[in-house]
């Protein structure tokens, strides 16, 4: 119940109980009745009545900090004593009400929130991060059995709050708090455990905070309103203030650095609470705008909520265009940390050479040290950002707040193999093959893109007897030993032995530098053509095919977009000649290519099997093969498969969560619009610049490859790799593919949007500008 005494009767108590007599002002209050008295001596205190509901434990709490924190001199209100030498007084109204009296002094000063946003500084920021960090250091040995309490405001609560309301928001701010609690839940939830915990005073807000000048604002001259004091993580004090101190700021993060760096210097952070205290800014403004929205939704037409609780939202807008990992950086470095806590580039270096294998490379003539991801973007551990244009594991984004939910979420429950019963893997099977052609059917879940593969091959052997392996020429598979094998790219290649006997080679069906050129429905036939011959052959030496398996993309040998028709003849070859046809998806599947789910789909074929891996789990080690019941059952023969990890309950939550937010955010339709916009950018740069000999692609699979002469295809390969660390030093990361290394590679998670395309081709013609 509110209180709602008379002035009289506040002035009858005072008179009564505390020898004050004078008048009285009312002040704003949401549960309480504040009133200021400025006695007849020209003193002034502030008189409180709490609501009914208010307990004495915390009352009595609140007086003990107030006083804890005056005896160190800090500036805060004070309880005053009634003649009982008691700080609180117990009355009643004439209803017989009882309610909890207390008068305390009285805090010369001016509002924050009276001062314009405009008119803040770097020296109110650094006397505001100095002050509140001289409270919560003051209050690190301060106890009371009343700050143990549950309060809807401890931000320890703050996720469960917005759970509850954020339904009452709309979609599109739904969708924006969505965004911060899933970065909560991710990255901050792991290791909130991790920061110190203590009482503070948990509402530094701009009507809690006193200033010395509301023109020219310089110095915070005080703190009052204890009344949402709790014991929580301390680190939630600073975000607090930080939520209210950055509202209305043209430039955020200068006043974010400002106040965190000289908290810091008066009261240090830990490596952890730096590392939350983004998201736990982001979450005190997502509780303000849930618990706002029910008033809102009861009030509509009341246009004072909604211009309270605009700067809230719009400062929610201005950090989600930041990096937590990039502000994260500033932040150390402001508070004179060093950037990266780990071990130095030239360290890692000499200890992968000596220890790691020779083999393992590197990408770039100065070496990255990549430390964090998000979306299309990989960061160093400077905190600088660079464009990801070659990722295509983390097929929906580098660290995806659903998938690493999801990979969170089970991990703590179980994770084991696949002879016990369990639901996700049938769940995750059943979803999977939904996005498949009816006629596959059977599912068999291993951990990388090179076992599916290998697997494929056993299959393939058993369901035709046959033992003849036809590849593609500059294709790769894989790293074991049967991959390497079907991989021409490899044994072909530098320390390669060629092809074995039953592997054989047939021709790359490129329509841009391949025997037969163009994409034509006669040059399709050619090439085709030429795996008939193949087949021929093996029959000609009495021996039979046991598959054909073919990138439906290829990727290594230089993003090849095959001319039309092509696998379809194959395909009909191939199956006549009694062996099956295995489409290699690793690379180019799960709606990459835009206008399809899988990448087959776009030559008009159903191969008889299907090899998954790479973006399946988006970055998770995982890959499936695809095939029909046929195939399958020809495997039972009496030996069991049987594979560990393979079908895991991690990895199968991990890949359901990859196949929802395809579905979920639309990405396969992204991939087609964002693809189109990008190539038709990049023939744009081809056509004033000759050094691009061909732009091809479909959705986000796409090669741009670079020539010395149009006319005689000579490929640049030294300026391929040029324009490559160009790139790299423009922070957008690339690659090259095809036998000559002349082809950039495009093939970025399906996070990139048409702004780090645009991005992207301000980069490419500066670099073409330079080569020329």
Known sequence: MTPSFTEQEILTILADNYQLTGSLKALAGYCDQNLLLTAQSGARYIVKVANSEEKLTELAMQNAAMAHLTAQSLAVPCAIDNSAQESITQVADEQGNQFFFRVLSYLEGNFYADSAASSHNANLWQSLGQFIAQIDKALSDFTHPGVYRYFDWDLAHGFAICQEKKHLLSSEQQHQVHYFLSIYQTQTMPILAQCRQGVIHNDANDYNLLINNSDQPSA???????????????????????????????APITALTEIVSAYHQHYPLTDVELEVLFSLIALRLCVSVCNSAKAIKEQPDNEYLLISVKPAWQLLAQLQRENPFALLTQLRLACGLSADAGKSKQDIIAYRKKHLGKTLSLSYQQPLKIVRGQGAYLYDEQGNGYLDMVNNVCHVGHCHPKVVAAGQAQMAHLNTNTRFLHDNIVNYAEKLLATMPEELSVCMLVNSGSEANELAFRLAKNYTQGSELLVVDGAYHGN??????????????????????????????????????????????????????????????????????????????????????????????????????????????????????????????????????????????????????????AFVNGMEYFNTFGGNPVSCAIGASVLDVIKEEDLQQHALTTGNYFIEQLRQVQNEFDLIGDVRGLGLFIGVELVEDRATKQPATEKTGQLVEFFKEQQILLSTEGRFYNILKIKPPLAFNQADADKFIQVLRQGLAALS
């Open 480 to 633: 074991t030993n049967a991959c390497i094998e079907a991989s021409p790219y490899k044994f072909d290649g530098p320390g390669g032995l060629g092809a074995q006997d039953y592997v054989h080679t047939v021709e790359l069906p490129d329509p841009y530098r391949g025997k037969y050129q163009g994409n034509t429905v006669e040059n399709a036939k050619r090439y085709a053509d030429s795996v008939a011959e193949t087949l021929a052959n093996i029959a000609k030496q009495g021996k039979k095919p046991s598959a054909f398996i073919c990138e439906s993309l290829q990727g290594v040998a230089g993003q090849i977009i095959m001319p039309d028709g092509y696998l379809s003849q194959v395909y009909r070859h191939v199956r006549a000649a009694g062996g099956v046809c295995i489409a290699d998806e690793v690379q180019v599947g799960f709606g990459r290519v835009g206008s399809h789910m899988w990448a087959f789909e776009t030559q008009n074929v159903v191969p008889d099997i299907v090899t998954l891996g790479k973006p399946i789990g988006n970055g998770h080690p995982m890959a499936a093969v695809i095939t029909t019941q046929a195939i399958a059952d």
């Open 220 to 250: 915070i001259t005080g703190l009052i309103d204890f009344g949402d004091m709790v014991y929580s993580h301390v680190i939630n004090e600073l975000a607090i203030t930080c939520a209210y101190a950055l509202m209305g700021q043209d």
